[in-house]
């Protein structure tokens, strides 16, 4: 799997979505994704229900200092609900998630990073 770096003082911002992905920092991504400050990774989920607690460990690690406050996650064109594991976890270590259709969630990253939060986002291509 590739992943891309940011360079210093560049905002993963999402300049455009659609057509089985993302345009971020003036590249392309094909397929889903998975975002923070640090850099924008491919994410193998297709489907909400394929959204594990597992599959966000790149962007949410313990032990990271970068743990975001808020993880965005994009489920497609509809919202559906978050698997449980992930409610328990987000609760246990301080960080909001909110679940929406992936417009939305790419949307509501880029204004929270603009912001300055410490924001993270995992979005399934539509």
């Given amino acids: 799997m590739k992943f891309s770096e940011l360079k210093a003082g560049e905002l993963p911002l999402i300049s455009s979505y ?8 003036e590249r392309r991504f094909d397929g889903s994704i998975l975002l923070n400050q640090q850099g924008a990774y491919p994410w193998s989920v297709e489907q909400a229900a394929d959204i594990k607690l597992e599959s966000l ?4 690690t313990p032990e990271d200092l970068a743990s975001p406050e808020v993880l965005l996650v994009g489920t497609g064109a509809c ?48």
Avoid: C, W
């Fill in 18 to 25: 659609g057509n089985g992905g993302f345009r971020i920092a």
């Fill in 57 to 60: 460990s790149r962007i949410l």
């Fill in 79 to 126: 919202m559906v609900l978050p698997p449980k594991s992930l409610r328990d976890y987000s609760r246990d270590h301080n960080i909001a998630i909110e679940f929406m259709d992936s417009g939305a969630a790419a949307r509501t990253y880029n204004v929270l990073l603009q912001e300055g939060r410490s924001v993270a986002a995992a979005i399934i291509a539509v």
